[in-house]
Structure formats: structure tokens, C-alpha cells
């Protein structure tokens, strides 16, 4: 192990101890630091709180980038203070040392910045993603010691002359961790670019929802497969050999993918023609909920109890979709109730469209509720009232409830009678003795057991 370098170092680290140079080199770090944080701080004060549009993409850029921006600051003006302190002939030898240790600083935030922003949009990191993070601070952290003690390039010497054969061809480590580390470096980046510009078009009050979705995700499709095509260059791979990947993939679609392919197709043919928007409540074969998600291969609905669905998009396309909010929000609902013969029927039908009134759900602007009678039923008259609610995203059940409450509070104010089902049964001839009533027990009045053909019931 050669430890040349790292003696050097230390020596002139040593040496600038009784420097005049050492007092300009420490005043540059610490001016360096302070206006690379300060300067952060009030980008992020100054527009970090802008609503406007003129604004709006440095807002995003600003709160967005803000924890690495201030370490990259540091980097570029400790580099601008060394090219000065080395024009005037001044030993920079703790400017050497200090820019390693804020440019890996700076990698760290950056990794950090790109994995949170890919796989933690909503704010949940999990414990996979923390541990990886603590793995990779480590490997930053000793490649920078690698870098200062000079071992470094022993160290890649030695990858570079380690060859492994693949094949007919022989690679050496280093060139395999080279292009795995392009490779992975390129698709995080496109994948950070197409979450960011997801975010920017949902803003978009001015475009259809279903289209943001439709840009997002193409823009997202064509930035990943740009990066991989880049990496393959990079990487030294023929492109030639897509061609075999293209007719392999095209056979694997004509055995056993054809759902797969046609659920994607779906999806793009559900957002294109706006025929379901995020927010609308559907009914499809036996789910029913509120779409919630509108994705590439599958719709997610939430029903009212919470549980959600994931239909796949061939279902929204090749079946039968009910769907309550298409053009109007706007849903009639109907709840029925009997009353007595002797009842007067318009009173009774214009306390019910009063009694449905009084719930706040109901519309009571251009449809008001109505009530009708139905048909003359065997225990009384058979009346509906019929109201609108225009939000069916939080269910029926409720409504229908709240109104059926308030019909019978104002029934039993106006002493109006609910009639129920009540049966005689008469039984021609003589009881039988096993029928007969002991002598202590008391038949009631409403019901006598007699016998004889029961067709002879009678209301």
C-alpha cells in the first residue's frame, strides 16, 4: 500500500501551520461555508413562499433542491477560492482537503435528494430505503478516505487488472462497476425528471386531468428508455441487439402477454378519452367506488366502506361501466313509505317533500323533491318521494336514512299512521281437541283458530 500521498498531506498540512497563508485559507473556508448555507437560506426565504406563475419553476426548483444546494454552493467557492489563494501564491493545501470532504457531502445529499423524490414522493420512507441510505453514506465516506490516504488508486488499479470472463468476451471489474454505476445514475435521474414534471403538470389548472396523466406518463416512458439507450452506449452494448429483444418481446405478447398488453392500451384509451376521471363514483360488474387511481395497468376504486379495488382496465373498456358523475354529479334517489286509507293524500304528499327538504344533502335549488302516489296497496296507499344529491362520492345510504328519519318525525307530529300487515285465520268447523285452548288460557281477540279451507283468509 503506497502511503506517499497521505505523508504528503500530512506534511503540508504541518507546513501550513507557520504559514501566513494558513489564516487566508481558514477566512476562505469559513467565508466559503457561510455564504454557500446563507446564500441557500435566503433563495429558499425569498421564493419558497411564491404562489404567482412567474415564480412557480424556481419555487419548485428552490424547495425542491434546497438540501443540496447549500453543500454544492460551498464546493463551487471553495473552488473559486483556491484558483485565487494559488494565483497569489499561496499555499491551498487545507482548500485540497476541505473540497473532497464538501464535495462528498454533496454526493450524499444528492443520492438522498433523487432516492426520496423517486420512491418517497408522499412522504413515507421506509426502512429499506434508510438502511440503504446509511450503506451508501459509508461507501461515500470511504471512498473519501480511500481518495486522501492515496490508496485510491491502488485500489482501481487493481479492479482494472482483475478481468473476468463473460462469455467470449472478458471484462474487468472496474468497467462493470462503471457501467452499473452510469447505468443506475442515468435511470435515477430520468426517473427524478419524470416525477418532477408529474408534479408541475398536475398544477396545471388549464389542462383535463385525465391528459396531465396521459403527458406525465409518456414523458416518463420516453425519459426512462432514453436513459437506458444512453447507458447502453455507455456501457459499450451494440444497440443492434434490441432488435432480438424486440422479437423476443413480440412472441412473449403473442403466447401469454396478450392481457398485460391490453390492459396498458386500456389505460391509455381510459385517460385519452376522459370517459372516467379521478374522483367519479363507478359501478363495474360488482365493484362499486370512487376512482382514486387511474393507472397504466389497473383503475383503484374505494368503496364507501373503505376497501379498495383494483380492476383492470380491460374491464373499464370491453364491459358495461356505470358511472355517477360523468357530465353531472346530479343523482336522483327515491325512498317509499305507506300510509292509512282515511289519510289525506295531498297533505301527506307535500309533508314528505317537506320533511326531505330539511336534510342538507338534498337539493334544494332547481330540483326540489317531489312526492307521488304510487299505487293502492293491500295495507294502505303506497307513496315515494324522490330527491337529488350531488354528491354521490359519499354514498346513498346516508341520505336515504337522514330522509326516512325526517318523514317519520313529521308523520308522528301530524298523527299520521304507518299501516302494517295483520292476518286472521279462521278455521270452519269444530276445533280439535289437540287445537283447544286449556280453560286458564285467554285467546286473543285478534286471531281465532278455526277450521276449514285457508284460501277463506281474509284481510
Do not use: C
Not at 68 to 87: E, S, T, Y
Not at 109 to 118: A, I
Amino acid at each position: 500500500m503506497n502511503q506517499q500521498p497521505l505523508l504528503n498531506l500530512i506534511d503540508d498540512l504541518t507546513g501550513d501551520l507557520t504559514d501566513p497563508s494558513l489564516l487566508w485559507q481558514v477566512g476562505a473556508i469559513v467565508v466559503s461555508v457561510l455564504l454557500g448555507f446563507g446564500l441557500t437560506r435566503l433563495l429558499k426565504k425569498r421564493f419558497g413562499r411564491q404562489d404567482d406563475g412567474h415564480g412557480a419553476m424556481l419555487r419548485f426548483g428552490v424547495e425542491s433542491f434546497g438540501r443540496v444546494m447549500a453543500p454544492l454552493a460551498v464546493v463551487g467557492l471553495l473552488a473559486l477560492a483556491r484558483v485565487v489563494l494559488a494565483k497569489y501564491h499561496f499555499h491551498v493545501n487545507m482548500l485540497r482537503l476541505a473540497l473532497p470532504i464538501f464535495g462528498s457531502l454533496a454526493v450524499i445529499r444528492f443520492t438522498f435528494y433523487l432516492l426520496r423524490r423517486v420512491f418517497a414522493r408522499q412522504g413515507q420512507v421506509s426502512a429499506t430505503m434508510l438502511a440503504f441510505e446509511k450503506v451508501f453514506q459509508l461507501l461515500v465516506w470511504l471512498a473519501f478516505v480511500l481518495y486522501i490516504t492515496g490508496v485510491w488508486v491502488d485500489v482501481f488499479d487493481y479492479l482494472d487488472s482483475t478481468i473476468l470472463p463473460i462469455g467470449k468476451y472478458k471484462v474487468s471489474i472496474a468497467d462493470i462497476l462503471q457501467a452499473t454505476v452510469s447505468v443506475v445514475v442515468l435511470l435515477m435521474l430520468a426517473l427524478w425528471a419524470g416525477a418532477a414534471l408529474e408534479e408541475q403538470l398536475m398544477k396545471v389548472q388549464g389542462m383535463h386531468s385525465n391528459l396531465r396523466v396521459v403527458v406525465a406518463r409518456t414523458a416518463r416512458a420516453v425519459l426512462i428508455l432514453v436513459a437506458v439507450l444512453m447507458s447502453l452506449s455507455l456501457v459499450g452494448i451494440d444497440l443492434t441487439v434490441l432488435s432480438v429483444f424486440g422479437g423476443a418481446l413480440g412472441v412473449g405478447l403473442g403466447l401469454g402477454l396478450q392481457k398485460i398488453a391490453s390492459n396498458y392500451v386500456s389505460g391509455f384509451v381510459i385517460l385519452l378519452d376522459r370517459s372516467l376521471t379521478i374522483g367519479d363514483m363507478i359501478t363495474v360488474d360488482k365493484y362499486s367506488g370512487r376512482v382514486t387511481q387511474i393507472n397504466t395497468r389497473y383503475t383503484v376504486l374505494q368503496g364507501l366502506d373503505g376497501v379498495e379495488s383494483i380492476v383492470p382496465n380491460e374491464m373499464l373498456v370491453s364491459g358495461a361501466v356505470q358511472n355517477s358523475s360523468l357530465s353531472s354529479s346530479m343523482l336522483w334517489i327515491s325512498t317509499k313509505v305507506s300510509v292509512a286509507y282515511d289519510t289525506d293524500v295531498d297533505t301527506v304528499l307535500k309533508l314528505l317533500e317537506d320533511a326531505a327538504l330539511t336534510v342538507d344533502r338534498v337539493l334544494k335549488e332547481d330540483k326540489l323533491p317531489s312526492a307521488q302516489l304510487l299505487s293502492f296497496g293491500a295495507d294502505g296507499l303506497d307513496l315515494q318521494v324522490g330527491f337529488w344529491i350531488n354528491d354521490p362520492q359519499n354514498g346513498r345510504g346516508g341520505v336515504t336514512s337522514d330522509v326516512n328519519r325526517a318523514i317519520w318525525r313529521a308523520l308522528k307530529e301530524n298523527n299520521i299512521s304507518v299501516p302494517f300487515p295483520q292476518r286472521e285465520m279462521r278455521i270452519l268447523g269444530p276445533v280439535p281437541e289437540q287445537f283447544s285452548a286449556p280453560e286458564s288460557t285467554t285467546v286473543p281477540k285478534k286471531s281465532s283458530v278455526t277450521t276449514g279451507n285457508p284460501s277463506a283468509d281474509h284481510v
